[in-house]
């Protein structure tokens, strides 16, 4: 284990969003738990997310670190995310003309999975909205995470409105707790968090330092995000660290968090969709319905909010002219097996996701009916084409290939079968799958 | 799993009790028959009972003791503290069963024993991790040329598993058989192996019957890697590293497969008692109905035929089709009555090789251990704790175990399961599985219940020698010998595999030659057992081949 006394020196914060060595050309940032997380990280390989270091993995087995969120606990620094501070008098009614989904449903004290739209109705981008606490009845404030930078695209939409958007990206640090034994551990330094529920807001202390906890997360189980001011960023990780010796507790980094979001079906941005800010042609926009958010807008007849994107988006419910669904796939393991057994190959089982696009066709004998009719989908989809996997994996939880993968809706239906599309020995085979409801991997904890 | 006493005093015939009517005697015999019984509730027996269950047949599995899991148990032996007291991971597990019994949805979770870490006489190691490129530096470290020879190893050795995996997935053809059949599954075996190519056909030959320690010279001069690669050609077996047939130990364990992975091996959640508890439930999912402490004394039999079994309280089951979960010598010799088998089958059974040789010491301790050379390493015990520095090691440890004595330095394979799964022990406290070896069955001049602890002394100070401080750890600790291996769980003589792995007890011959497809010759009844092909670990190949074999003859027979 690193030591922590002979780094105390170098530790002291340098001041909220100061993360940056002034003076030096330096070209990446480093996050408030940098100096902790830098000690642990065995491999020493770094990525660069949004210009901050982050890790891929912490020590040799990327694989251990997803085990360890799924059967104990994992600490994930999500620190490079995007974040915007929304208050001001009317902030409410900023977020509810924004964002696609209805903010009104959103206490103080709650969170939100939510996404905003252009005008056509293609979402521009996805994040959760925190509604804090509210510390004085007046103050009403909401924390706004994203991928990529929102400022402009949102302060374009104040108009007259009495709104303050303050991006504070790099003046927090966000921790994310994620697994079983996440809320027994946090709560014994946030009491709150023990029942908190899913998708609840709360505030606490660590450490003496003022965080802001939300039962949130990318990995698809029980689990909580703590957010803190950048100069206490070192203060809230070691009495977390310390609070969770002993209990499996492991660091992990972007490659662990991939699999587990995959299995979670969570969407990653770049990966999985598109924003349709930057995108030159439709078929690179997506729709939240197209991205399995339909359910966010159950309640549409019921809330009168003019919010961007909300006319295309009752048009696509009317008219049912979505182009696909989203969907787990889950590959049919005999078909995989013979595929690579009969090419003289051990049938590779490599938990490593794989991004990008995998085509899937009809399975011209498949169940389902659909397939039979073979009808031509969206735009620009070619007869026999069922739709194309952007995520894939061999998820070790399931024991099974899996994919994120966009399907026909006319072949979105549970069950119905279809072939994807593999490299087998430097060229094409098809290999039996089945389509199933998102999330593949669903832990009654999550919500429990 | 069985019971010691004989069938023939157990099977007495009993009447329905006398103050019951004829009516509900009736009424209660239809409850008390079922289209299949298996005897022995371990994993096989799960196994075999899930998928007979779920092909439809109305199951019954009954298992002796209060648990099922027979060799695959965890049990709490100090609150908070959980012990695999016997078999302690998981590798060979057919990867069909994990889907075609749906464990996943049962709660099947293979954690990741992410590295094996092999402390060395002088104060180094080895330590070998999921990096490719850090395990060849570490091993360039003992010897540079060991390094690229370990890649071809490994590649060398896959090709062999390669070959013979799809053995570990049919019953073996029948050599005596003149059906048509089985003539054409000969031939299908014939032409598999001379499909393949000249290097790793030769490869199995050697693998099947030379010692390890031959076939690892020829690729390494590192004593410790060869220490470590030689390690699993012994376990479970009476045999030495430079035995014959140590090679065909090495090649059955290289056979596992973890997600893809041929030789990974993986600690199921909760130990091997949280995979049968898995097992158990996806059998009952299916329709099985499990009863604990249900010790079968005997199988019924009538005209030569199977017709259920008794208790040891006299109660009886019946079914038409009865599976025996148990070893050859339950099976053969205690279940039935051997008069009824030919004598050739008796006599090979009786001459059938136990001699277990393996035992457990599980620890419960207050931390984890320190390794002079690595201090404030933790990382290196999540994984295998290999204590084999050398074959020289190995080699001198079955030297002792050939003359009827456990090894005074014994091989020791170590894994700190709580490190994997924190849920096996309380925060910061830990426990350890110590398979050990060589420990005879028969001890010379003395016996386990006398050398149980002298047992666990030696293996203490073993420990102790690599890791000092180790005895200051130790809480608790519980010493498994054969005898006790065979008094808890029924394999006879403690042997792990239900029949020691040796070319005459294999395949063709496993457990008898004529009978190593799962039938008996006792009509209806079947078994299902590790003493079957392929075989011991926790595999449950004999359990899914042998339902496979019972619903293929009522196919017939109904046909």
Redesign the interface.
Same mark, same amino acid.
């Given at each position: 284990?690193p030591k922590r006394e002979g780094q105390k020196k170098t530790d002291a914060p340098r001041g909220a969003g100061a993360t940056r060595d002034a003076g030096e050309a330096a070209v990446v940032r480093t996050s408030p738990f940098h100096a902790r997380t830098a000690a642990l990280n065995?491999?020493q390989l770094w990525s660069h997310w949004s210009n901050y270091l982050a890790a891929g993995r912490y020590?040799?087995?990327d694989?251990?670190e997803y085990?360890a969120v &799924?059967?104990?606990a994992g600490i994930f620094d999500s620190s490079p995310l995007y974040k915007y501070r929304i208050g001001g008098p009317d902030a409410e009614a900023f977020l509810a003309g924004v964002l696609a989904r209805d903010i009104w449903a959103c206490p103080p004290g709650r969170a939100q999975y939510t996404c905003w739209l252009d005008d056509d109705g293609f979402v521009v981008e996805d994040g959760v909205v925190l509604h804090l606490p509210q510390s004085r009845p007046s103050v009403n404030e909401y924390l706004l995470t994203s991928a990529e930078p929102n400022l402009a695209w949102f302060a374009d939409r104040v108009g007259r409105l009495d709104v303050r958007i303050d991006e504070v990206s790099d003046d927090m640090g966000t921790l994310a707790l994620q697994g079983p &034994?996440s809320r027994g551990l946090l709560a014994k330094l946030v009491p709150q968090a023990e029942t908190l529920p899913y998708f609840g807001v709360t505030a606490g202390k660590i450490g003496g330092a003022a965080v802001t906890v939300s039962r949130t997360g990318f990995t698809g189980d029980l689990g909580y995000e703590i957010w803190v001011d950048a100069g206490d960023g070192l203060r809230v990780w070691d009495e977390l660290w310390d609070a969770v010796?002993?209990?499996?507790v492991q660091q992990f980094g972007l490659d662990a968090l991939n699999m587990l979001r995959i299995e979670a079906g969570m969407l990653e941005l770049g990966a999985d969709f598109d924003s349709s800010r930057y995108a030159f042609n439709d078929a690179h926009r997506s729709t939240p319905l197209e991205l399995g958010w339909g359910w966010m807008f159950g309640d549409l007849k019921r809330d009168d909010r003019a919010f961007v994107g909300r006319r295309a988006l009752e048009a696509e419910i009317a008219g049912k002219t979505s182009r696909w669904a989203m969907r787990g796939l889950v590959l049919d393991?005999?078909d995989y097996d013979q595929v690579y057994d009969e090419a003289g190959l051990?049938?590779?089982?490599?938990?490593t996701p794989v991004i990008g696009d995998s085509m899937l066709y009809e399975d011209a004998a498949g169940a389902g009916g659909a397939a039979a009719s073979g009808g031509q989908g969206g735009s620009g989809v070619a007869l026999g084409q069922a739709g194309y996997a952007t995520s894939f994996m061999?998820s070790?939880?399931?024991?099974?290939h899996i994919a994120i993968a966009r399907m026909r809706p006319d072949l979105a239906k549970p069950g119905t079968r279809v072939k994807l599309e593999l490299t087998v020995d430097h060229h094409y085979e098809q290999v039996a799958a089945h389509v199933a409801r998102l999330p593949l991997y669903n832990p009654e904890r999550k919500t429990a | 799993m069985s019971t010691k006493k004989t069938p023939a005093k157990a099977a007495k015939k009993r009447g329905a009790p006398a103050s019951t009517s004829l009516a509900s005697a009736k009424a209660s015999r239809a409850e008390r028959t079922y289209d299949a019984i298996v005897v022995g509730g371990g994993h096989n027996g799960l196994v075999n009972g899930a998928y007979l269950a779920k092909a439809g047949l109305r199951t019954l599995i009954l298992e002796r003791r209060h648990l099922v899991g027979g060799a695959a148990i965890t049990e709490e032996l100090r609150p908070g503290f959980w012990f695999t007291t016997f078999s302690y991971a998981l590798s060979l597990l057919r990867?069909q069963i994990?889907?075609d019994l749906e464990?996943?949805k049962h709660g099947?979770?293979?954690?990741?024993m992410?590295?094996t870490f092999a402390p060395m006489e002088n104060g180094d190691y080895l330590w070998l991790?999921?990096?490719h490129g850090?395990n060849l530096k570490e091993i360039a470290r003992h010897s540079k040329r060991d390094a690229d020879a370990y890649e071809q190893y490994g590649h060398d050795l896959?090709k062999v598993v390669?070959a013979l995996k799809p053995l570990f997935d049919q019953a073996p053809p029948d050599l005596f058989s003149d059906d048509p059949e089985e003539l054409l599954a000969l031939t299908q075996l014939g032409r598999r192996f001379r499909s393949l190519d000249k290097r790793t056909l030769h490869n199995a030959v050697r693998l099947l019957t030379g010692s390890a320690a031959d076939f690892l010279d020829d690729y390494f001069e590192s004593e410790i890697l060869k220490g470590y690669l030689a390690s699993s050609s012994i376990i479970g077996t009476k045999v030495g590293p430079r035995s014959q047939g140590s090679g065909l130990v090495l090649l059955f364990h290289a056979m596992g497969e973890h997600?893809?992975?041929?030789g990974a091996w993986s600690f199921h959640?909760g130990g091997n008692g949280g995979f049968t508890q898995v097992l158990a439930r996806a059998a009952q999912a299916f329709g099985a109905e499990i009863r604990l402490e249900s010790p079968v004394a005997a199988v019924i039999t009538k005209n030569g035929r199977a017709t259920g079994v008794a208790l040891t309280d006299g109660t009886e089951f019946y079914a038409d089709t009865v599976v025996s979960a148990l070893d050859p010598r339950h099976t053969f010799l205690e279940l039935v009555d051997p008069r009824e088998l030919p004598d050739d089958l008796v006599e090979t059974v009786q001459r059938y090789r136990f001699q277990g040789t393996s035992s457990k010491v599980n620890f419960a301790l207050d931390g984890l251990p320190r390794f002079p050379a690595l201090p404030?390493?933790?990382?290196v015990f999540?994984g295998f704790t290999n204590i084999g520095p050398s074959i020289d090691y190995l080699e001198r440890a079955f030297d002792e175990g050939k003359y009827g004595w456990y090894s005074s330095r014994p091989y020791i394979d170590g894994a700190i399961q709580?490190?994997?799964?924190?849920?096996m022990a309380p925060?910061?406290?830990h426990v350890m599985s110590c398979f050990i070896q060589y420990t005879p069955y028969k001890l010379r001049e003395s016996d386990w219940d006398a050398e149980q602890e002298n047992l666990g002394d030696t293996v203490q100070r073993t420990l102790e020698s690599f890791f000092p401080g180790f005895g200051d750890l130790v809480l608790q600790r519980e010493v498994v010998t054969p005898l006790h291996i065979e008094r808890t769980v029924g394999l006879s003589e403690g042997n792990i595999f239900a029949g020691e792995f040796f070319a005459p007890q294999m395949f063709f011959f496993r457990p008898a030659p004529g009978w190593s497809q799962y039938r008996t010759p006792i009509d209806g009844y079947y078994q299902c057992g590790s003493g079957t092909h392929p075989g011991g670990c926790v595999m449950g190949a004999p359990g899914k081949l042998a339902a496979e074999r019972i619903l293929k003859d009522r196919g017939k027979g109904r046909g």
């Open positions: 284990m065995q491999v020590q040799l087995s694989k251990a085990f &799924r059967n104990a &034994r010796q002993g209990h499996g393991w005999q051990i049938p590779p089982k490599d938990h061999y070790p939880m399931l024991q099974r | 990867p994990v889907q464990l996943v099947f979770m293979p954690l990741l992410s590295s991790t999921q990096d850090q896959s390669q997600d893809g992975e041929f959640k404030g390493r933790e990382d999540r709580s490190t994997i799964d924190p849920d925060p910061g406290r």
